[in-house]
Every structure is written in C-alpha cells, then in structure tokens.
C-alpha cells in the first residue's frame, strides 16, 4: 500500500468507474479472497473512496478511507448489525480520529446505511454465493403504438366545428320526422267500412266505434315511441 500516495489516489479519482477499480487495485495484495469474489471487496474498496473524496476530505484521508474498506469486507461474514457498527466505530477511531464532526458522521453514516442495507448481499458475496447460477426472467414490454403525424391530423377547432354541424344536422332531421309523425294519418269512424245493405243494431255499431278506437290507439302508441325515440336521440346530443 505504500505506493499509494496523494498523487496517485488522485489521478485515480478521475477514472472511470472500471478503470479506477483496477489501477486502485494494483497498490493491495488481495490474499483473502481468490475466486470471483474478489472483484467485489475491489468494487467496495473503490466506492468507498471514491465516496470519501467526493466528500472533501484529505488525499491521505481517502487512502486511509480505502484501506478501513478493505479490511472489513472480508469480516462480514456472519456478522450482525451491532457487531457492525461496533466494528465500524473501532475502525474509525484507529484509522481516521482527526476527522472533523461533519465527515465523521457523512462517512459513518455512509459506511452504516450502506453495509446495513446490503450486508445480505456483501455476506453471500462472501460465502461463496457469486458462484451460485440465478435464473432470469424475460420481461416482454408491449409499447404504445406510434401515434400519426401531426399534419395528418385535424385542427381541434375544425374538429369541434365538424362535430357541432353533424350535430345540428342530425337534430334538424330528427325533428323534420316529427313534424312528419304529428302530421301523420289517423283512423276515423268516416274512414271504417260499413257495409251498405246490412242493418246495423246497437251491438254493431258499438262494434265498429270499438275497431276504430283500437286501430287509432295503435297509431297513437306507434307515433309515440317513435316520438320518444327521437327525443331521447336528441337529448343524448
């Protein structure tokens, strides 16, 4: 770790997030880990600096940040919440005592809420869990279909205006039909046909006002449902 000085964190600050991780890795021997796993505690080790010195501290500061980093991940194994932060508190305070209130507690709330929150993760990381195989499931997003062009649209005041005439016409007809019905034909008593050489009784006669006063009737409801049907059409308008 000596050769990482002040000039070379710095230069590292400015890689990418790839890049970083590998020229920062050259300057630690990684002995406690040798599979896949290692990639990880390297990625961690990164973040955490990186998070340092974006926080304004010291270059010296953000070496000894990396270094509390790289010592604790390979102790998460098995390790609860109060051994944590109890962990991280004995790490601070050996490492990093000079820090000043407000990057003590940016960094140990950083360092608590992120191991806390994926000490699950961190701890299969290092059980070995990377080797396990996970299943993906293909997600098959159907999008909304391409609208039109806007020039093969219409204007939404000649839209409106169209929509208003088909309406006034639709109303005008409807009430040229009416007009039709109230004019319509009726059965009357002149219009049945009485037979000229039949005498007609009292019971004959009543007979033929009763067949006139059902077809009239009949005529009637008709014209009325017709009549409702179009009020309820233009209603509806």
């Known amino acids: 770790m000596e050769s990482l000085t002040e000039s070379e ?29 290692r990639l990880f505690h390297q990625e961690f080790v ?6 340092a010195a974006s926080r304004g501290f010291s270059w010296t500061d953000v070496i000894r940040a990396a270094v509390i980093a790289k010592g604790i991940f390979p102790r998460l194994e098995g390790l609860d919440v109060p051994n944590l932060l109890s962990l991280l508190r004995d790490e601070l ?15 140990t709330q950083f360092l608590t809420h992120t ?22 499931l293909h997600l098959e997003v159907q999008v909304p279909p391409t609208p ?29 039909k009416l007009r039709s019905l109230r004019k319509g034909s009726r059965v009357t008593l002149g219009e049945v046909d009485i037979p000229q050489d039949v005498q007609l009784d009292k019971e004959g006669v009543q007979e033929l006002v ?20 179009l009020k309820d059409s233009g209603n509806a308008l």
């Open 9 to 37: 964190i710095s230069q590292i600050a400015r890689h990418q997030r790839d890049a970083g991780v590998q020229r920062l890795s050259r300057h630690f021997s990684w002995l406690e880990l040798s599979d896949e796993r």
């Open 46 to 51: 990164f973040d955490v600096a990186m998070f």
């Open 93 to 107: 305070s050996v490492y990093l005592p000079n820090l000043t209130p407000l990057h003590q507690h940016d960094f």
């Open 115 to 136: 191991l806390t929150a994926r000490r699950r993760l961190f701890q299969a990381a290092m059980s070995g869990a990377s080797n396990m195989s996970i299943a993906q």
């Open 148 to 176: 039109c062009p806007l020039a093969q649209g219409t204007d939404l005041h000649v839209w409106e205006h169209q929509q208003h005439r088909e309406a006034l016409t639709s109303m005008l007809q409807k009430e040229e």
């Open 210 to 229: 009763r067949a006139a006063v059902r077809a009239t009737e009949g005529q009637m409801l008709e014209t009325a449902k017709a009549k409702a049907g």
